[in-house]
Each structure stands twice: as structure tokens, then as C-alpha cells.
């Protein structure tokens, strides 16, 4: 992808070096040499910095403000009545589903296709049976690992059977079956529309300009927001839910298509152009070719995103192994809720695997594609259909009920002797019920208080400012978006929402920076987490909530411990790259003038890291909202109760409206923690 020239990196014989090393080694002189200048300190930094006095300030309003005032109420002349259009628009839907011609004649083919291919999905497995199903799967990611007996081949394999293997011993065949003939409609679809789209941007810069502002808003709009528009069009139940996945899941996919088109190699496209290949041909044998591995990349998070997605619209009628989820959720059992959110993490780390070891595969020049592969797939078809063909003659297509082990009670049993003997009354810590309390009394508690507290103009005003850094765009944005929430009614309720996510983003950034920082400096730690960083990223947002429930037996810190595990891979793993890129020689240089390890931490390769640590905060910000909301269904409140009470009960108007405030909030803390566009280059150079 084309990019303006960085002024930032200058290049030198010893590769990329940042200007600003100069800068952060001449500091460091300063604090080991006797007798130099002491650098400027933090007060002279701030009078130096017109916007950081500027937010001081507007800060210091708010605080007076809120101690003078004490109400930060949204005032009633300026709300507006959202849900009542709403709910009239909500009948309209239901009283002329059958009748008016949108229906008739474009959505109602729509559902009819989705509904139709996911059952007919869903019978071919059935078909197949459960040995022919797991035969399919073993085969299809020993093939993806290069086949034969490659180590890498082997271990896919394995995973793919001790995937299905204990699926079926859960006793979560049948659902696990009705989840996968869903993804598998979903992820076919989702990767061809965001192929197509990711032409488009790849290959036209006018496409390019105008996907990329609907890409970047819909990264940051939490899943549930996607829910609620479709149940308006097509009700509850599977179109819905295909529909919402696709939309969900495509963006990946397109965008990684066009980095993979816009990167490729100029010198094999102008090899090919000088041979007299035309557009077209250019297209397929050389742009495509080299985009590979970025579209493999693509295909992979949109299977995971698509899984996501799958697993949560269980409550509009999504079916499978989402739906075990949210009943056991619904009625706090952890032991009815563990067995489908173990299946889930298996499909999602056998997804995973094999999609990765594909990729693997296509960066070994080596490897190349398996010998004879043109006689290994007609193999595998042939092995499939008799294992299906055994089960049909064996009389065991289902999966055996004597085969299944039980473990809900078992758990449940653990789950009691937690809240009983560590969750209040541990000598010293308290215990978890005790930390969930104290959590909540403590720090979410006076953060709401003071946001409910603080005039809505300086609320205003504060984010303005906040904003002022990445631009007036966002400035615009973050004050609509907030003045949004306040006319729709929704001002204190969301403030409770936003408390939540700050007291999770805070916990986040803390452990992800200090688990970042360490991961970096000693590579053994980074070994140590990185499977464990591996397996917590697969895993759907859904899956989160079962573990705090044990723990913390729901309410507002359940739904910020589950936000903060969800968060803290990408924040970790950011902030490990963003330390290890350093120029070596910056930090050489600082060490070759005496300055010791946590000088050379905070005066090197913090400040250098910097951008790496403002896209961190950012994807925290995300990822964080994203759970907080989910939350809402273990005791969170709040916005996340709204939604799930109005798509439970059918109450559009009030699901609708706190869809709209969330979207709002994303918008808002997307915009306030975005770095800049030379900061956030200089994070991925």
C-alpha cells in the first residue's frame, strides 16, 4: 500500500533509525554525566504544549463545575423522543413482512437463500454423520499442514480430531453441528463479498477513499450493535443472524485483500506488464498470487469474527452451541455453560490452526503445494464417504449417548465450593465476592458518580478537547456523538456504561503495559505467554463471561474482568512489538553512556514506543467496550441490559436506542484514544 514518505525515519546504513533516538539518548546523557543540564521537566513540558493546557484546564472546569453543581443532568428540553418512531416503524415491520414488495421481491429472497443453505449445510453433515464429519475435518487440516507426514500436517490433524472427539463426549454433537453448518454459509459468503470489495479497494484509489472511513466505523462498533437493524428487516431467527455475521465479518477480509493487492511487488508487476500482459492477466497471475498470504490472513479473522458473531446472536434465534451458552447465562449455571463454551474454543483453535498452517505453508518456498495433490483430494472425498457410509452401516450417524460424559454437575459442585470458600472470608486477600465488592464500591462507584455529577457541557467540552488531538473531524464527531446520547434520553445510563469501561481500560492498560514491557525485555516470558496470547484471542467474545461468573457471580466487576481478559492480548502484544522495534542503536547508545535499565526504560524505549502504545490504548478502548456491553446479560446493566432486555422481550425501541447510544460511545472513545495519522504510522514501520 502506497504511503506518503515518513519524516520521522531516516534511513541509514544501519537500517531505519528514529529521530527522535537523538533526542531520548541526549536525555539519558543527562542523568549519568555529572555536571550536564537537567532536562526540562514536566512542568515546562506542559507550558511548552499549548493542547495539553488547553485540556488541563477544560478539566479543571469540569472539576469545578462538578463540585459546584453536583448534577450533571441532561436537560429535558433537549431530548427527544427516539423510540416511539421506532416502535411505529417496528409494527409497520411486522404488520407488512408478508405483503409490501421490499419484502416480497428483495429481503424475503434474502432470508429464503440463507435459511435454505444453512439447512441444507446442516443436512449434509448430518449425512455424513459424526465419523464422517470428523474424518472430513482430520483430512482437510492434515491437508492444510501440507500432508504427508509433516510435523506440521500431524499436529493439525490431531487437533482436529481431539477437537471432535471431545465435542462429542461433552454431549454437544448436535449443537456443534448446527453452529458449524451456519459458519460454514457465513465464512463462504462473508469471504466473497469481502474479496470483492478488497478488489475494489485494491485496485481503485476512488474505492479505496470511500471504503475506508465504513471499514474504520465499523471496526469499532461493538457486535451487538449489529444485531438489532436486521431483527427490525428480517425478525428473529436465521436470516438475521446471516446477515449480521456477513456484515460483521467481511471487513477483514476486504481490507487485508486490498493491503495484499496494493503491496505487491512492483518489479513482478512491471516483469509482467513488459511481457505484454494485459490488465486482466497482470490481475490473476501476479496481484493475486502476491496478495496470498495477506487474503489467507483475511480469511482467517473472518473466520473467527464470523464464529463471534455466531455465538452471540443466540438471542435472536442463531441456534447451536450459542444458544446452550445463553440459556446456562441466562439462568447463572456455569456447569450447563461450560460444556458448549469448551466445544466453541475447540472449533475456534481448530479453525485457527488449520487456517494458520495454510498460511504457514504459503511462506514456505519449500513446501509448495502437497505432492500429488491432484490425486489426494479425490482420496480424501473417497475417505469422507466411507466413513460416512461405515456410520450409516454401523447405525451410528449420531453420536453415541453412551459415549457422552457428564460434567455439568461436577462443575457446578466447584463453582459452589468457590463462592463458599473463596469468595468472602479468605484470611488476608477477602476472597473474589469480597474483591467484586470492593471494586465496585471503590472504583466504579466514585467514577460514575463524578461523570453523573459533572455538567453536561463540560463533559462536552472535555472530550472536545481530548479529540483536538487527531482533528477537527474528530472533534465533530465526539461532541455529536455525545450530544446524541444526551437527546435520546439515554445521558446517565450511558455515563454508568462509560464508567465501566474506564474502570476496565485502566486495569487493562496496567497489566497489558507491565506484561508488554516484561514480554519484551526477557524473550523467556514472551514464550511462556505466547500460546496462552494465542488461545485467548481465538476464543469468542460470549466465552469471556462463563470463568468471571465462577469467580465473581455476575454484576458490574464480572463484566469488567471479562473486558479486561478479552482486552489484554492485543494490548500485550502491541506494546511488546511496539518496545522490540526500537533502533537497537538508540538504545545501545544509551547504555554505552552509563544509563541504567529502567533509565534506559523510561527515557528510550518508552518514549520511542510511544506510538506503539497510543494504538494500544486504542484497540483497548475497542476490545473493552465491546465485553463491558456483553455484560450487560451477567448483571452489568446498564446499555447492555437494554439490549439484551429489547431483543429478549421484542422491545425494538428500547433495544434500537441503546444500540444507538453504544454505537455513539465507540464512536466517541474511538476518536478520543485514535492516534494520530504520523503516530500510528510510525507504530507499523
Known amino acids: 500500500m502506497s504511503a506518503a514518505p515518513n519524516p520521522v525515519f531516516?534511513?541509514?546504513?544501519?537500517?531505519?533509525?528514529?529521530?527522535?533516538?537523538?533526542?531520548?539518548?541526549?536525555?539519558?546523557?543527562?542523568?549519568?554525566?555529572?555536571?550536564?543540564?537537567?532536562?526540562?521537566?514536566?512542568?515546562?513540558?506542559?507550558?511548552?504544549?499549548?493542547?495539553?493546557?488547553?485540556?488541563?484546564?477544560?478539566?479543571?472546569?469540569?472539576?469545578?463545575?462538578?463540585?459546584?453543581?453536583?448534577?450533571?443532568?441532561?436537560?429535558?428540553?433537549?431530548?427527544?423522543?427516539?423510540?416511539?418512531?421506532?416502535?411505529?416503524?417496528?409494527?409497520?415491520?411486522?404488520?407488512?413482512?408478508?405483503?409490501?414488495?421490499?419484502?416480497?421481491?428483495?429481503?424475503?429472497?434474502?432470508?429464503?437463500?440463507?435459511?435454505?443453505?444453512?439447512?441444507?449445510?446442516?443436512?449434509?453433515?448430518?449425512?455424513?454423520?459424526?465419523?464422517?464429519?470428523?474424518?472430513?475435518?482430520?483430512?482437510?487440516?492434515?491437508?492444510?499442514?501440507?500432508?504427508?507426514?509433516?510435523?506440521?500436517?500431524?499436529?493439525?490433524?490431531?487437533?482436529?480430531?481431539?477437537?471432535?472427539?471431545?465435542?462429542?463426549?461433552?454431549?454437544?454433537?448436535?449443537?456443534?453441528?448446527?453452529?458449524?453448518?451456519?459458519?460454514?454459509?457465513?465464512?463462504?459468503?462473508?469471504?466473497?463479498?469481502?474479496?470483492?470489495?478488497?478488489?475494489?479497494?485494491?485496485?481503485?484509489?476512488?474505492?479505496?477513499?470511500?471504503?475506508?472511513?465504513?471499514?474504520?466505523?465499523?471496526?469499532?462498533?461493538?457486535?451487538?450493535?449489529?444485531?438489532?437493524?436486521?431483527?427490525?428487516?428480517?425478525?428473529?431467527?436465521?436470516?438475521?443472524?446471516?446477515?449480521?455475521?456477513?456484515?460483521?465479518?467481511?471487513?477483514?477480509?476486504?481490507?487485508?485483500?486490498?493491503?495484499?493487492?496494493?503491496?505487491?511487488?512492483?518489479?513482478?508487476?512491471?516483469?509482467?506488464?513488459?511481457?505484454?500482459?494485459?490488465?486482466?492477466?497482470?490481475?490473476?497471475?501476479?496481484?493475486?498470487?502476491?496478495?496470498?498470504?495477506q487474503m489467507l490472513l483475511g480469511l482467517n479473522q473472518t473466520i473467527m469474527m464470523c464464529l463471534s458473531m455466531v455465538v452471540l446472536a443466540s438471542m435472536i434465534g442463531a441456534g447451536g452451541l450459542g444458544d446452550e451458552i445463553f440459556t446456562a447465562l441466562s439462568t447463572v449455571d456455569v456447569g450447563l455453560a461450560l460444556p458448549a463454551g469448551i466445544a466453541v474454543v475447540l472449533l475456534a483453535i481448530w479453525l485457527d490452526r488449520t487456517t494458520a498452517a495454510a498460511g504457514e505453508q504459503l511462506e514456505d518456498p519449500a513446501a509448495g503445494r502437497p505432492a500429488k495433490w491432484w490425486v489426494l483430494w479425490p482420496g480424501i472425498v473417497a475417505a469422507v464417504v466411507g466413513g460416512a457410509v461405515l456410520g450409516a452401516v454401523l447405525g451410528r450417524k449420531e453420536w453415541p449417548e453412551a459415549w457422552t460424559v457428564a460434567i455439568s454437575q461436577p462443575v457446578n459442585t466447584v463453582v459452589d465450593w468457590i463462592e463458599r470458600e473463596l469468595g468472602s472470608g479468605v484470611p488476608v486477600l477477602g476472597g473474589t465476592l469480597t474483591w467484586s465488592e470492593g471494586f465496585a464500591n471503590w472504583v466504579i462507584n466514585p467514577v460514575r458518580d463524578a461523570l453523573l455529577a459533572t455538567p453536561w457541557w463540560a463533559l462536552l467540552l472535555v472530550a472536545g478537547v481530548l479529540a483536538l488531538r487527531t482533528g477537527w473531524r474528530a472533534v465533530v464527531t465526539v461532541v455529536l456523538s455525545l450530544a446524541a446520547i444526551g437527546a435520546m434520553g439515554l445521558w446517565d445510563r450511558s455515563l454508568d456504561t462509560l464508567s465501566q469501561v474506564l474502570a476496565a481500560l485502566v486495569v487493562t492498560l496496567l497489566l497489558g503495559f507491565a506484561i508488554g514491557i516484561l514480554a519484551a525485555r526477557v524473550a523467556r516470558v514472551e514464550r511462556v505467554i505466547r500460546p496462552v496470547l494465542d488461545i485467548m484471542q481465538t476464543m469468542p467474545q460470549f466465552i469471556y463471561l462463563i470463568p468471571v461468573i465462577a469467580l465473581f457471580s455476575g454484576g458490574r466487576t464480572a463484566a469488567v474482568a471479562a473486558a479486561v481478559v478479552y482486552a489484554l492480548p492485543a494490548v500485550v502484544r502491541i506494546t511488546t512489538q511496539g518496545i522490540r522495534q526500537i533502533d537497537p542503536s538508540a538504545l545501545e547508545a544509551a547504555r554505552s553512556l552509563g544509563a541504567g535499565t529502567g533509565q534506559q526504560l523510561r527515557q528510550v524505549q518508552l518514549p520511542l514506543a510511544r506510538p506503539a502504545l497510543q494504538l494500544a490504548v486504542n484497540q483497548g478502548v475497542v476490545l473493552v467496550l465491546a465485553i463491558v456491553v456483553i455484560g450487560g446479560m451477567i448483571g452489568g446493566g446498564a446499555l447492555g441490559v437494554d439490549v439484551v432486555r429489547g431483543l429478549a422481550k421484542g422491545d425494538l425501541g428500547l433495544g434500537m436506542t441503546a444500540g444507538i447510544a453504544i454505537v455513539c460511545l465507540g464512536l466517541l472513545l474511538d476518536r478520543i484514544s485514535q492516534p494520530s495519522a504520523a503516530a500510528k504510522e510510525r507504530a507499523l514501520v
Open 10 to 293: 531516516q534511513k541509514t546504513d544501519q537500517g531505519p533509525r528514529d529521530a527522535g533516538a537523538v533526542d531520548d539518548v541526549r536525555t539519558a546523557k543527562t542523568d549519568v554525566s555529572d555536571g550536564a543540564a537537567p532536562a526540562p521537566g514536566p512542568w515546562a513540558r506542559l507550558v511548552g504544549n499549548p493542547r495539553a493546557m488547553l485540556l488541563v484546564a477544560a478539566v479543571l472546569v469540569a472539576i469545578a463545575s462538578a463540585a459546584v453543581t453536583g448534577s450533571g443532568a441532561w436537560p429535558a428540553g433537549l431530548t427527544v423522543d427516539v423510540r416511539s418512531p421506532l416502535d411505529d416503524l417496528n409494527r409497520w415491520l411486522v404488520d407488512n413482512r408478508t405483503t409490501h414488495p421490499l419484502f416480497l421481491y428483495f429481503l424475503l429472497h434474502i432470508s429464503n437463500t440463507a435459511e435454505s443453505s444453512v439447512d441444507g449445510v446442516f443436512s449434509v453433515l448430518e449425512s455424513l454423520g459424526f465419523i464422517g464429519v470428523t474424518v472430513a475435518a482430520v483430512l482437510i487440516a492434515w491437508y492444510a499442514g501440507g500432508a504427508g507426514l509433516r510435523r506440521r500436517a500431524l499436529r493439525t490433524a490431531a487437533t482436529a480430531l481431539a477437537t471432535f472427539a471431545v465435542i462429542g463426549l461433552l454431549g454437544m454433537w448436535e449443537p456443534a453441528m448446527e453452529t458449524l453448518a451456519l459458519m460454514v454459509v457465513a465464512v463462504t459468503v462473508s469471504a466473497i463479498v469481502g474479496a470483492l470489495l478488497g478488489l475494489a479497494a485494491g485496485l481503485s484509489d476512488r474505492c479505496q477513499r470511500v471504503l475506508r472511513p465504513v471499514f474504520d466505523t465499523m471496526q469499532v462498533l461493538p457486535a451487538f450493535s449489529y444485531l438489532l437493524p436486521f431483527v427490525l428487516l428480517f425478525d428473529i431467527g436465521i436470516p438475521s443472524v446471516f446477515v449480521a455475521t456477513v456484515i460483521y465479518a467481511a471487513p477483514p477480509m476486504a481490507r487485508l485483500t486490498a493491503l495484499g493487492l496494493r503491496g505487491a511487488d512492483a518489479a513482478a508487476l512491471e516483469a509482467s506488464a513488459s511481457l505484454g500482459a494485459s490488465s486482466w492477466q497482470r490481475l490473476v497471475t501476479a496481484r493475486l498470487p502476491l496478495a496470498r498470504k
